[in-house]
């Protein structure tokens, strides 16, 4: 098995791992971190489950090639609260019924932390067009899309 | 399963890395397409070149006249940058309607061109705005390729082994040319189109289109330009016949195939109707 020596940052911690190269980002999260937070459904970059931000950017962890992080910050769900102290997307998303089985919820509220954390006044058509990957069989998106705008300086 | 991972710091060692391993090597820009054959099956390297650290292949800027994108700039680059959107509004405009965010915070203009997929939406848009692609060999040979002539089957381009893309130059557009990119999407807004349209046309002063650019996605196996709905406005006054007309006869120059998103039959409707549709949305 080939390996690399992949350094990375994770939620404000600093690893470094050998990691067998044709892995990817979410297993890295997930079987050798721990951060099982992070979920894998699709496996292919269309479900939005597997959402983490990598140098500030949203992506995929299931499409990202492990190799190409060495040197990133990554943050995942496990790094949204502080302490025992939710983030307001978080607290959000209980408030107004953000989800049912919550399988998709991590990647949804990671995904909308990025959004947020770009355009703070987002309004219903940006989170629409940001959210549009994020697949949610349970709750038909109006408690995920409310959740968000409850948060967004933007839509009050 | 696993490959030999290599990341060189030029692109002169990619190309040599590349030549060196033949058909058994891939180049890694921002992974996307990668991960999706990877993981899949569909691709087995013995050799990945990873090209992250080779910064002449970042960037998007003028060039002169013309906007000279990097192979490594994503796709949310593009669509953010304000040199795009400035000189290109309308590719500004289809890169920002690219599947999710996600994918367009990773996927890169020159591995999307390199991964040849006939249902993506860069290659049409590109086409229609007559963009060259910019493309090394090994001991810095370079060479350009018009987009519309670097795909030459499903997932299967013109480079040579050895060869990797720098970047795509896209010319000025004449004053008064307009540019669109239409899709068809049945199911999602981030889904693969059925057919996609891109078109840029200009009219003379007397009213009559003086030059017209038509290319579509999803209905062949490559990304094909339609010569003969180009043939046919050109010269003419676009009244609604006229486009119709034209649009018709897009019928006899694609090539679709049967898939998930539609049937070969329904796709050849399709793409006259969204012919159409780029069409009278650039002259109504």
Request: glycine residues 10%; aromatic residues 4%.
């Amino acid at each position: 098995m080939r390996t690399r020596p992949i350094r990375v940052t994770v939620n404000g911690v600093a690893i470094e791992r050998d990691v067998p190269v044709e892995r990817f980002l979410i297993d890295l999260l997930r079987d050798d971190l721990d951060l099982t937070g992070t979920k894998e459904s699709c496996g292919i970059g269309v479900c939005g489950a597997c959402s983490v931000i990598v140098d500030g950017a949203l992506v995929s962890s299931c499409l990202m090639p492990v190799v190409l992080v060495d040197g990133a910050v990554i943050e995942t769900i496990e790094g949204l609260a502080s302490g025992d102290a939710l983030s307001p997307l978080q607290d959000a998303f209980i408030a107004r019924g953000g989800f049912q089985c919550g399988i998709c919820t991590p990647g949804q509220i990671v995904a909308a932390s990025a959004l947020l954390r770009e355009n703070p006044r987002a309004s219903r058509a940006d989170v629409d067009g940001w959210m549009m990957g994020n697949l949610c069989r349970c709750t038909g998106y109006e408690g995920i899309t409310n959740a968000i705008l409850a948060v967004s300086r933007g839509s009050s | 399963m696993t490959f030999d991972y290599h990341e060189p710091a030029t692109v002169d060692e990619a190309t040599h890395l590349l030549r060196g391993h033949g058909g058994d090597a891939v180049a890694l820009a921002g992974g996307a397409a990668f991960a999706i054959l990877y993981r899949q099956g569909l691709i087995r390297p013995g050799h990945v070149v990873g090209l992250r650290r080779c910064e002449e292949l970042r960037g998007i800027r003028l060039e002169g006249d013309a906007l000279w994108s990097g192979a490594l700039a994503t796709h949310r680059e593009v669509e953010r940058s304000e040199a795009v959107r400035s000189h290109h509004p309308a590719l500004a405009e289809a890169f920002a309607r690219i599947a999710t965010v996600r994918i367009r915070h990773q996927a890169t203009v020159g591995g999307n061109l390199a991964h040849a997929d006939p249902a993506q939406d860069p290659p049409p848009m590109l086409i229609a705005l007559d963009a060259i692609a910019r493309v090394a060999g090994p001991d810095g040979a370079r060479r350009d390729v018009p987009v519309e002539r670097l795909f030459v089957d499903h997932l299967t381009t013109s480079l040579a082994d050895g060869e990797l893309i720098l970047g795509v130059s896209v010319p000025p557009v004449v004053a008064g040319t307009r540019a669109t990119y239409v899709k068809f999407l049945p199911a999602s807004l981030d889904d693969y189109a059925t057919v996609s349209v891109a078109a840029a046309v200009r009219l003379d002063g007397d009213g009559r289109v003086a030059s017209a650019r038509v290319a579509l996605g999803g209905a062949a196996p490559v990304p094909i330009r339609a010569r003969a709905v180009e043939r046919a406005l050109i010269g003419a006054r676009p009244a609604p016949a006229l486009l119709r007309d034209a649009a018709e006869l897009v019928r006899d120059e694609v090539d679709p195939l049967d898939g998930v998103r539609g049937s070969a039959a329904f796709k050849r409707d399709m793409a006259t109707v969204w012919t159409r549709r780029a069409l009278e949305r650039l002259v109504a």
